[in-house]
């Protein structure tokens, strides 16, 4: 990675010149004139990138939605409303392909699946977290980690659903439009029904596989997922006005 200012690059229809330097480059998209800070990048494969820092005029946000989003494993995001954001799990399909590339000794074609991967995992987190935030006035976002989860058997599950990187984009992506963004204290939101609040549901790695249940005080039917989010709405809530979650 090699940071420099907009003063020492400058931008000459398909070339880029970097000091006394010129090289021809493909733009990707229309550079603006106000531009800030200038990056380059180099990639797993050696492929070189240009980064463009500039400040753009945002649209005027419309949405009005207040949405908690649980995070997981099978489903990427489920959001309080009842959508549910899913992909298939890019480690398990390249798993044979990886393993072949790596057991043959040819580095640069596994170092290529590997960025696709990343990539496929990158490029499915910014058009969710696009969707999400086009609709929203305020984000409620689980705290779940992959701290302890990655010690399991799970880990590679856990790994490809990239939760940081998602959170990280819906929070610097809602900063920019005027979003708030809160993470939450997720503690008890599977088990607690988000109708009367008894802590009657499915909890810990055990019980996982539990995707429906039934409340045992009020009888209300449950989506795991669906039931955790509208949990995490409902201490965001709490969060803004109190300023202490509590279930």
Known sequence: WIPCTNQNVKVDGDCIKFG??????????????????????????????????????MDEVVGNKEIGIDLGLKTQVTLSDGRKFERENQTKKY??????????????????????????????????????????????VGDVSSVKLVKTNMAKSVLDASWCQLKSMLEYKAKGLGIDFKEINESWTS?????????????????????EWTCSK?????????????????????????GIPRL
Not at 36 to 57: K, L
Not at 191 to 211: H, M
């Open 20 to 57: 006394k330097k010129k090289f021809k480059f493909w733009k990707s998209r229309e550079i603006p004139e106000n531009v800030r800070t200038v990056s380059f990048n180099e990639d797993s494969q050696g492929r070189w990138y240009a980064n463009f820092v500039c400040i753009v005029n």
């Open 218 to 242: 009020c009888g209300s039917i449950h989506d795991r997922d669906i039931n955790a989010a509208q949990n995490i709405l409902r201490l965001g809530h709490e969060t803004l006005t109190k």
């Open 95 to 140: 798993a044979d392909k990886l393993a072949m590339a790596q057991r043959a000794g040819k580095k640069y074609l596994a170092k290529k699946i590997s960025a696709k991967i990343a990539n496929i995992r990158k490029d499915w987190n910014h058009k969710a977290a696009n969707q999400i935030l086009k609709e929203a006035k305020a984000i409620f």
């Open 191 to 211: 088990k607690t029904c988000s109708v009367c609040l008894e802590r009657s549901g499915p909890s810990g790695l055990s019980d996982l596989s539990v995707r």
